[in-house]
């Protein structure tokens, strides 16, 4: 089964609008990790954001926010204010600490694309 | 200043050959993996490699190797390559048992002709 799951190959919002990508994660470990991981088309995986499962507040790191629902097992991106540079491929992923490796499990990603 | 850094950027050889990707972090991690992109962009883990500890991925074939002559260095030695070799090969690290971390390299991009 898989444990990072992203159902939307391929989103589009147009600039200054938000827009929302969709996570959802399977674990049975009460302590994990959920990250989300931007791809531009030059390749390089660059950190977004980061929620914590024991965190009580949703995380945010300037225009990203991360809609954690826990009881829904939903770890949502939220892009506020989408801008031109914002297009690319998004990762969902997760990050279980006593499992073996403690490396990241990726979803298949969405590629987003914003319009002028 | 880089943080984690892979050298080279692209491969490009032969099938066949060996062949090996190096990796470089300077972020005082204690941990390190090497992660491969396929085609169709998906990303899964290939080797963990934790104080001397290797956790391998049991679906990578044994022509690939990691090798740590230190903390801050993971190489991937990749032996006999073959077409299906040809990814992306992403180089992160963390702190171990640290969940709120774990940065990438640039990538390198293999090709097997």
């Known amino acids: ?116 | 200043d880089t943080a984690v850094s892979q050298t080279p950027k692209y491969l490009v050889t032969q099938m066949g050959n060996d062949k090996s990707i190096k990796c470089e972090q300077n972020l005082g991690h204690d941990t390190m993996y090497w992660y491969k992109q396929d085609s169709k962009k998906f990303l899964k883990i290939m080797f963990s490699y934790n104080n001397k500890e290797l956790i391998i991925n049991e679906t990578v074939p044994n022509r690939f190797s990691p090798k740590s002559p230190d903390k801050a260095h993971l190489n991937l030695h990749i032996n006999s390559l073959e077409l299906g070799d040809s990814a992306v090969y992403f180089c992160a690290s963390s702190r171990f048992l640290r969940l709120n971390e774990q940065f990438f390299g640039p990538g390198t991009r293999l090709t097997v002709l």
């Open chain 1, 1 to 116: 089964a898989q444990k990072i799951t992203q159902t939307q190959p391929g989103m589009f919002v147009q600039e200054k609008e938000a827009v929302t990508l969709d996570c959802t994660y399977d674990t049975s470990d009460p302590s994990y990790g959920l990250f989300w991981y931007k791809q531009p088309s030059s390749g390089e995986m660059i950190f977004l954001i980061y929620q914590g499962s024991y965190d009580q507040q949703n995380a945010t790191e300037g225009r990203y926010s991360l809609n954690f629902q826990k009881a829904r097992k939903s770890a949502n991106l939220v892009i506020s204010a989408s801008q031109l540079g914002d297009s690319a491929m998004y990762f969902c992923a997760m990050r279980e600490p006593n499992q073996a490796g403690t490396a990241l499990i990726f979803g298949k990603g969405t590629t987003l694309s914003v319009s002028s």
